[in-house]
């Protein structure tokens, strides 16, 4: 059975091949994968079905590119007149209307927060433009005493939502909102209910590190592998078969660099404003995708104690957890579903 491999970045794939055909029990229509792909939220969207009727997926396709689109243009920070943009500029200033959308993502957010003791934070953006992760970016520590200064901008309490006027409100000037760790996957919610919408019942959709399938392939659950965190690109330490779930990895091995010893990575705390410390990668397994990527993130900035702990008390929620010292925590409702395959690499 081919394996989708979980990662966070640009660099995730699908290990599955295009129109790939087989015959239905009985004798039926052939079935086979249907899959294409583009760039969208900074990541690479790649949709397939399993299916008999390739020119209804690829129609259903193309309306869920445009969906993720449309999304974008309203949360992306690096869109200048996106929803998210605007409100940043009007920190402290006034009420900037926006999108159904926008809110919604944005209550979500104060759940995760309060679940995670704000340790999941969308206002973590105001340190956006102080640590540099990019391939391409000098790998440079931020003067600290800058970092600690705006500390106090961040405060998920802070941001004002009005859903009779329509608008959001960041309280203090300064302020600024990204949704990079969960917007992904409310669109990834959206794009599943489009495709079940349009009759298209066997799928899978994979933005960065986020995953929604549906259905079978091939009538057998999806092969997922959840990526080494310190072995070669598209190696997984464990698998697990899923149909109608989503799953959302996050991980300190795609947007990093390491200067004196020490691994700089793109999760950062909004206590310290620094990188995480206490995992490698959080796996969140749930039935919501929006939920799954805010929750990995906010899992893995508590650490894998505090994190598998959360992650225990909310129902339909489960994980894995590969901690800094390489141990290997799996929630109660996955075991014996979660399959090892091989330790993860126990590297710095």
């Known amino acids: 059975m081919n394996i989708v491999f979980i990662s966070v970045a640009l660099t995730c794939t699908i290990a599955l091949g295009c129109a790939?055909?087989?015959?239905?029990?009985g004798g039926g229509s052939?079935?086979?994968?249907?899959t294409a792909?583009?760039?969208?939220?900074?990541?690479?969207?790649?949709?397939?079905?399993?299916?008999?009727?390739e020119s209804a997926a690829t129609h259903a396709f193309d309306e869920v590119f445009a969906e993720f689109t449309r999304l974008e243009k309203s949360m992306s920070t690096w869109i200048p007149d996106s929803d998210v943009s605007r409100a940043n500029r009007e920190a402290g200033v006034r009420p900037v209307p926006v999108s159904a959308e926008v809110r919604e993502v944005l209550k979500t957010a104060r759940q995760m927060s309060e679940w995670t003791g704000g340790k999941f934070d969308v206002t973590f953006g105001v340190l956006s433009g102080l640590w540099k992760f990019d391939h391409d970016q000098d790998n440079?520590?931020?003067?600290?005493?800058?970092?600690?200064?705006?500390?106090?901008l961040i405060d998920y309490r802070a941001i004002h939502i009005d859903d009779a006027a329509g608008t959001v409100f960041l309280a203090r000037k300064g302020m600024s909102m990204h949704l990079g760790g969960i917007g992904k996957g409310y669109a990834v919610d959206c794009g599943a209910r489009m495709l079940r919408q349009r009759g298209v019942r066997d799928f899978m959709i994979q933005s960065g590190g986020d995953i929604y399938v549906a259905?079978?392939?091939?009538?057998?659950?999806?092969?997922l592998g959840i990526q080494d965190p310190r072995g070669p690109a598209n190696s997984a330490f464990a698998e697990l078969d899923l149909t109608d779930g989503t799953?959302?990895?996050?991980?300190d091995y795609e947007r990093y660099f390491v200067k004196s010893g020490r691994r700089y990575h793109h999760i950062l705390d909004p206590a310290t404003g620094e990188?995480?410390?206490?995992?490698?990668?959080v796996t969140i397994?749930?039935?919501?995708?929006?939920?799954?990527?805010?929750?990995?993130?906010?899992?893995?900035?508590?650490?894998p104690e505090a994190g598998m702990a959360l992650i225990e008390r909310l129902p339909d929620v489960e994980g894995v957890i590969v901690s800094d010292s390489n141990a290997v925590l799996i929630s109660s409702g996955l075991r014996g579903k979660v399959r090892i395959v091989a330790s993860p690499t126990d590297a710095p």
């Open 285 to 303: 397994v749930s039935n919501l995708a929006v939920l799954a990527d805010g929750l990995s993130t906010g899992v893995f900035i508590m650490g």
């Open 247 to 251: 799953f959302s990895t996050s991980g």
């Open 275 to 281: 990188p995480a410390r206490g995992a490698r990668s």
């Open 215 to 223: 259905g079978l392939k091939d009538g057998r659950p999806w092969r």
């Open 20 to 25: 790939q055909k087989r015959d239905r029990p």
């Open 140 to 152: 440079v520590i931020p003067d600290m005493r800058e970092v600690r200064r705006r500390l106090p």
């Open 30 to 34: 052939p079935a086979k994968l249907v």
């Open 37 to 53: 792909s583009r760039l969208s939220m900074g990541s690479t969207l790649t949709l397939t079905a399993w299916t008999v009727d």
